[in-house]
């Protein structure tokens, strides 16, 4: 009887469950999703072909621990006889890598012989200073110290300071698996921190690779004009400069009082005379005053003064204009790090002499 109830039971429950499943339920289990189509996708923007520019690409580095050092060496003053310029004094990073001076202020206020260039994105160059007579970053390095009129020290006494502070004779026998260190290690590490220095990324750059709206119409047209002067038959390459020597007054000549003779103080050839390194335009809003000479103290004034002497051309105020918008759009993302913090000197130590003779 009881198993009786039970399959009339279970029988009652298929009963309700399968009249509950009514022909519009039956449906919708079997009506397909609907499609979801998505829209298409814009084109990737393509880098621009036939350009005389190409954009600046980020610093690949090769030994991270040589460049730390190279960063240390130079933000420090002690490689100099008055304990107080360094390498940033001169090229300092928060100012585009130039000092915004005329010309630099070296040993016991002594004014130097010519404008400083910017060490950002100098590795660009074909060659180091406004005569070439660096062949690379490394010998340029070593230049300044040695100078009398700029850090006056030597070779020797800096790596006497150097070999004196513990913290720095560990850190270069990591790097260099050396226990001594002399003048080739150290400038071949402030090189190396040297061409981590490039500034990518800037508007032009992202223009340069597509992005049509990263420079406005007036910027456009300053380009145009920049390209349809003559500008880019020397400021051409990623860098926009530094890779040849031009005479500076091709057209008419340059007036200046600054000795500087350009390229023939190295190469002893009269015709190199007044010809200096075209100096990179990445930037350039941040690198005033400009020339070796620091004659243009504006960027309108060395747009109107190149105009004339290299190109024989008047720009209008609103060409002026235009070209200056362009030159500004050059300005790359600036170096980034923290700042070294330096070893400690030592009882050993040599003493600067900032006052000293």
């Not at 190409?54 to 040589?66: F, G, H, I």
């Not at 050092?69 to 130079?74: S, Y």
């Not at 380009?223 to 020397?234: A, I, P, Q, V």
């Not at 020597?245 to 023939?264: H, L, W």
């Amino acid at each position: 009887m009881k198993i009786h109830s039970l399959l009339v039971g279970l029988l009652a429950v298929g009963v309700i469950a399968s009249c509950a499943k009514t022909p519009q339920a039956e449906n919708e289990k079997k009506a397909p999703a609907p499609v979801v189509v998505a829209p298409p996708k814009a084109p990737a923007p393509q880098p621009r072909a036939g350009e005389p520019v190409k954009p600046v690409e980020a610093a690949k580095v090769a030994d991270q621990a040589k460049v730390e050092l190279g960063k240390k060496l130079f933000f420090d003053p002690r490689l100099s006889k008055s304990g107080f310029i360094s390498c940033n004094s001169c090229h300092n990073l928060s100012m585009g890598g130039s000092d915004n001076l005329n010309s630099s202020i070296g040993h016991k206020w002594k004014q130097g012989p010519i404008n400083s260039p910017t060490v950002l994105n100098s590795s660009m160059n074909l060659a180091q200073f406004w005569d070439g007579r660096a062949k690379d970053l490394k010998e340029q390095a070593g230049g300044p110290i040695a100078n009398p009129g700029e850090m006056a020290f030597t070779h020797e006494l800096a790596v006497s300071v150097l070999q004196s502070i513990p913290g720095y004779v560990d850190e270069f026998k990591k790097v260099y698996a050396a226990d001594a260190i002399d003048i080739d290690k150290v400038t071949t590490a402030i090189a190396a921190f040297e061409e981590t220095l490039v500034t990518p990324n800037s508007r032009f750059d992202k223009w340069l690779n597509g992005d049509n709206a990263a420079i406005t119409k007036e910027e456009l047209a300053g380009y145009e004009l920049f390209k349809s002067s003559g500008c880019t038959n020397c400021h051409n390459g990623a860098a926009l400069g530094g890779n040849s020597f031009q005479k500076m007054g091709a057209v008419e000549p340059y007036k200046t009082k600054n000795p500087a003779a350009g390229r023939i103080g190295v190469t002893k050839d009269n015709a190199d005379r007044f010809k200096f390194k075209v100096p990179t335009l990445r930037n350039v809003e941040l690198t005033y005053p400009y020339f070796h000479d620091a004659g243009a103290p504006t960027l309108s004034k060395a747009v109107e003064v190149m105009g004339q002497i290299q190109l024989g051309k008047k720009f209008t105020e609103e060409e002026n204009a235009n070209i200056v918008a362009f030159l500004k759009t050059l300005t790359g993302d600036q170096p980034k790090f923290t700042l070294p913090l330096l070893p400690p000197s030592t009882d050993k130590t040599p003493a600067p002499q900032p006052f000293g003779k």
